[in-house]
């Protein structure tokens, strides 16, 4: 087997476009293949992209295209329901130049980065929905739902956490792993919450978790996440009207002490939801010249706040790997030697919050009592320290070791 220079990437959410991007600047070709018509719309969420993902951008010369969107946010502040003050985390200590992690709509991440591959020339063809593809000695050929049919040395599978890429490395491979909680939010006008920009307010209410941050306009951002045992299915998701959502959160937040039902009453619009999924560590993330990147391999709860930025990280350095091994497979295994232990303890730590919001009334007690003494330990330098989690970076130049 010779070098890859060439390369597939399926999928055109986050970690597909720094794929290619990364991928082209190692010396391989890329193009991308999307299953929607466009990447970029109708996504109606936020996220925070920590500082360990902004370095991961940086490494490639690609954080310029967050230029101008989101804002700054560095820590977030913990209560009870009862509005009591639990404690507080910071997001990463900034990069060197002063750079902090940055809260953004979802839609305006996938721009950006597609807008930012586009720019330097890699090919982003749109509709295209991967079914099958079969690796063999010389290469790997790839057929779309429209029947098109494409050929590289290599396939990455970026195609998020219901990846097609995934079962076509291993048939068997686990599925993704429902946690009990919905996912809804939304953007709220200017109001008197008292917080100042770049702090995330996180509040355990008595029945469900409600989180948000005030932008530089002084505009809302939050989300909760209401319990749900049961896993949902796409259709009963879709058909609960925004007005269900409303009366849904009334009842949730109606014990607590904290500003979540005015936030929610003042937000104008439709509200919609979204079920929370990570994976159970998977044995092969690649074969058959084949390799996942981004939640295609290592989906992890949104309580983590790191999905995007972990398959930011993932894709720089699955390209380093593919630079500096002239064998795929060994530079796909290089690449999981160097991601593997790192992500399944991300999806391990989002795990462990989504627990803590959804226990019962006596968890509740617990957990509200133990949390100030968690919330120092991860806020300092000892055992139980998050200093880990945002402290990642890429030196791209650096070789990889055989
Ligand atoms: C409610 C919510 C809140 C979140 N909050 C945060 C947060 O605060 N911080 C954070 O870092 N992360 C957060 N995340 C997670 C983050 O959005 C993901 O981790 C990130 O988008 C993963 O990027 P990805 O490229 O691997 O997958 P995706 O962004 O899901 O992209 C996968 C792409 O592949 C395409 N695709 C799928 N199948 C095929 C196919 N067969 N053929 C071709 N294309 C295909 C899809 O259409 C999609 O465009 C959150 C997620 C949710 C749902």
Redo the contacts with the bound molecule.
């Keep these: 087997m010779g070098a890859a220079r060439t390369a597939l990437v399926?999928?055109?959410?986050?970690?597909?476009p720094v794929a290619a991007m990364a991928l082209q600047q190692a010396g391989v070709q890329a193009t991308v293949?999307?299953?929607?018509p466009n990447?970029a719309d109708d996504v109606g969420?936020?996220?925070?992209?920590?500082v360990n993902?902004i370095a991961a951008l940086r490494a490639i010369g690609a954080d310029h295209a967050l230029d101008g969107i989101g804002f700054a946010t560095t820590s977030m502040r913990f209560r009870s329901g009862t509005g009591r003050y639990l404690g507080e985390v910071g997001i990463g200590e900034p990069l060197a130049d002063g750079t902090v992690g940055i809260?953004l709509r979802?839609a305006d991440?996938?721009r950006a980065l597609r807008d930012e591959a586009l720019r330097r020339g890699v090919t982003i063809e749109y509709g295209?929905?991967?079914?099958d593809a079969t690796g063999s000695a010389s290469g790997v050929v790839a057929e779309?739902?429209d029947g098109t049919t494409a050929t590289a040395d290599v396939l990455v599978g970026?195609?998020?956490?219901?990846?097609?890429?995934r079962t076509l490395i291993d048939p068997g491979a686990p599925r993704a792993r429902y946690v009990p909680l919905l996912?809804t939010?939304g953007y709220a006008p200017a109001h008197t919450a008292g917080l100042e920009p770049g702090t995330y307010e996180m509040i355990f209410g008595k029945k469900a978790f409600f989180g948000y941050a005030v932008a530089p306009d002084g505009t809302v951002w939050w989300?909760a996440n209401p319990p749900r045992p049961a896993e949902p299915t796409a259709g009963e998701l879709a058909a609960v009207t925004t007005d269900q959502w409303r009366t849904m959160l009334h009842e949730l937040f109606a014990g607590d002490n904290t500003p979540a039902r005015t936030i929610i009453d003042s937000t104008p619009g439709e509200l919609a939801g979204?079920a929370?999924y990570d994976m159970p560590p998977i044995p092969n993330w690649h074969g058959n010249r084949m390799v996942l990147?981004?939640?295609?391999a290592h989906?992890?709860s949104?309580s983590?706040?790191?999905?995007?930025?972990?398959?930011i990280e993932g894709a720089v350095e699955l390209a380093r790997c593919v630079r500096d091994h002239d064998d795929p497979a060994a530079a796909f295994e290089a690449y999981v030697r160097l991601r593997r232990e790192r992500v399944e303890r991300v999806v391990a730590a989002g795990a462990r919050t989504s627990n803590q919001k959804t226990v019962g009334p006596v968890g509740r007690v617990l957990r509200d009592a133990l949390m100030p003494i968690f919330l120092r330990r991860a806020a300092g330098k000892g055992s139980g320290s998050v200093a880990w989690l945002h402290r990642y970076e890429i030196d791209w130049d650096a070789p990889v070791a055989a």
């Design positions: 399926i999928g055109g959410g986050v970690a597909g293949y999307e299953a929607y990447s969420a936020f996220l925070t992209l920590q993902g809260t979802r991440l996938y295209k929905r991967l079914v779309f739902a970026a195609d998020g956490v219901r990846s097609r890429v996912n939010g989300f979204w929370t990147v981004g939640d295609a989906a992890t949104p983590s706040g790191q999905g995007a930025s972990m398959a």
